[in-house]
């Protein structure tokens, strides 16, 4: 998962990373503190919510890594 998450953070140009979790948190912390170390960027934290939860359970672990600039570019095109 971190080689995956590194890799996509490498493509974007200006990436946001996020660690989703459902139950216990440490496991969540250790994964942002690695990809922090491996990344240089901050990660966001947060649990997933029960929706989601109900389907995939306690223990369940997600990166989510998304492109700040494409964002930027595709809600300026959109008000255009």
Do not use: Q
Not at 22 to 51: K, W
């Amino acid at each position: 998962m971190i080689e995956v998450a590194v890799a996509s953070v490498e493509r974007r140009t200006d990436p946001a990373i996020a660690v989703h979790y459902i139950g216990v948190h440490e496991p969540a912390f250790e994964l942002a503190r690695e990809l922090e170390e491996r990344t240089g960027h901050a990660v966001l934290v947060s649990p997933v919510s029960a929706v989601l939860g109900a389907h995939t359970g306690p223990g369940t672990l997600a990166v989510v890594v998304s492109d700040l600039a494409e964002s930027s570019r595709r809600a300026a095109r959109d008000k255009a």
